[in-house]
């Protein structure tokens, strides 16, 4: 079991969902956790506000 900072809320948890790899060029990327109760908050989907098509006119 592993204990990870949530990176939205800043409170550790003992199941973290990883929700971003950070790459980096000096060294190895560094992967950023959220809790449960955070992580489908900063999951990227289908928000409504950005599944709209472009218009032109
Ligand atoms: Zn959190």
């Not at 409170?11 to 990883?18: D, Q």
């Not at 999951?43 to 218009?55: N, R, S, Y």
Request: net charge positive.
């Amino acid at each position: 079991m592993s204990v990870a900072v949530c990176c939205r809320c800043g409170r550790a948890t003992l199941a973290p969902v990883e929700v971003r790899y950070i790459e980096r060029a000096s060294g190895p990327g560094v992967t950023l956790y959220a809790c449960p109760d955070c992580a489908p908050r900063l999951m990227p989907g289908p928000l409504p506000a950005e599944t709209v098509p472009p218009t032109h006119g």
